[in-house]
Each structure stands twice: as structure tokens, then as C-alpha cells.
């Protein structure tokens, strides 16, 4: 293989105009500020060039000890075939050190992820349109800052990591609605801005009708606007989103390294995630 002169470096705010360029280049909808939010959630990796433009990135968001997701892996379109990836990616898994890891798959980068131990946990399927009109549930509720523990338990007995430092970023830069029962919040969704409109996720329920009224909420008032979910295709909530508008436009392979065997009938369910890159 032919080897380059590339500079595997830290990633910082520097990089941020060249992160941006290489995703708009790969067809992603992520703006400044959806990278920004990815950088206070993460630590990761470019490459530059001898020119000092960045022809690669690569994130690492922790989740505590309990586990790392490896996302916004782009290489620059002219640059594939140097090995580049692969680079990219031992980087990133010295990083993370030993926590387990999971990662979203595009089609290009399933051989590479396979050769480094990763393996298939599920697809994702990404849904996105005009949202319709719908009604409003009204068994959801607005988020108030005297929910945040017990939405961060609730995220983390679903996902299986603490991740308080996502839901409070969530809270700050979007919206979070709730279902409560007996006085307790049972259920919970987010929405914020991302790429060319709003992203709904992560979604936690304990089964799919509350899914379905929370994602609802979110829909019933943002009627003609642009909405992207992105779920796991055994939870069954992709046939009624494609059913209120939002259709199947893509996806990719969940992977995890090692493989993990998920709980037989888990007391709440991650029905979608915050996005691909961050679960």
C-alpha cells in the first residue's frame, strides 16, 4: 500500500471548518453547531495533510467506563486506499482504553470495523420528512429540571451507560417530554435542532405505544416542518413513522466490540437514538 505524509492529530476547535467540509463532502447534514455539540461530548482525532488541511476525523464519546461510541468517521473522498481508516480507528480505540465500544456502520466502513473485532448487534433504520398533522397525546408532558434524574436513570437502565452528561446537554440546547405514571416519569423523549431541522431522540419507553405518543408530542406541534428519527429496526416503531410521513431514507449496521447479549425482555427500550453517531 502506498504510503502518505499524514499527521494523525488531536482533534480541537481549529478543525472544526475542516470536520465540517468533509461531512457536508460525505453527504451528512451536520452544521457548525451539530459539530460543536459533538466536541463538548467527545474527544477524538484528525488528519492533515502536509498542506494542513484535514483529510480525516474520528470521535470518541465516553459514556463513564461502561462504554465509548466511536462516531464521525469521514475520510476525504481523494484520500481512500492509503490505510487511512484504519489509522483513524486504532486512535480512537487506544483512546477509549478498555471500555467496550459501539459504533453505527456505514456499508464502506462494515469490512474494516468486522477486521477489528467489531461485530453486528442490530440495523438502524433512519426516518425523515415533513411532519404531518397529528394529534397531540395527552398522557406527555413537558420536561422539568426536577425530572433530569430520574430521565438520566431512565436512559441508563435502557442503554446500559450513564450518560448524564448527554441528557444535560440535550436539556439545555433542546426539549424534553416525559410520561409520567403514579407520579413518576416512566418514559421520555428529546428533540433539538440538528443538520436541516430537528431530530427526535433518544426516545426510552417501556413499550411501543409510549414510544409512539411521545414521538406524537413532538409532531403534533411542528407541523410542515423537517423531523428525523433514527430507531433500531426490532423495536417496530419504523412502520409508524413512515406511516406519519418520515420515510425510510437509509440507515446503517449497530456494531459492538465486544458483542454484548442485551436483556430478554429489558424493562424500557431505547425506541431511537439521540442520533447515529452519539446512540
Known sequence: MQTI???????????????????????????????????????????????????????????????????MVIVDEDMRGYGLGRRLMEAAMALAGDRPLRLVATAEGLPLYEKLGFRGTGTIVQHQGIAGSIQAPDNVQTAVSADLPAIVALDRQAYGADRTDLIRRLADVGELAVIRRNGRVSAFAALRAFGGGQVIGPVVAPHLDDAKALVSYFISGRQGAFLRVDTGAETGLAPWLADQGLAHVGGGIAMARPATIPPAAPAVTTFALANQALG
Open 5 to 71: 505524509d499524514i499527521a494523525i492529530l488531536r482533534i480541537g476547535p481549529d478543525h472544526l471548518e475542516g470536520a465540517v467540509r468533509l461531512s457536508r463532502q460525505a453527504g451528512w447534514p451536520h452544521r457548525p453547531e451539530d459539530w460543536q455539540l459533538a466536541l463538548v461530548l467527545s474527544e477524538g482525532f484528525v488528519a492533515v495533510n502536509g498542506s494542513g488541511d484535514v483529510v480525516g476525523t474520528i470521535l470518541v464519546t465516553p459514556y463513564g467506563q461502561e462504554c465509548a461510541t466511536i462516531n
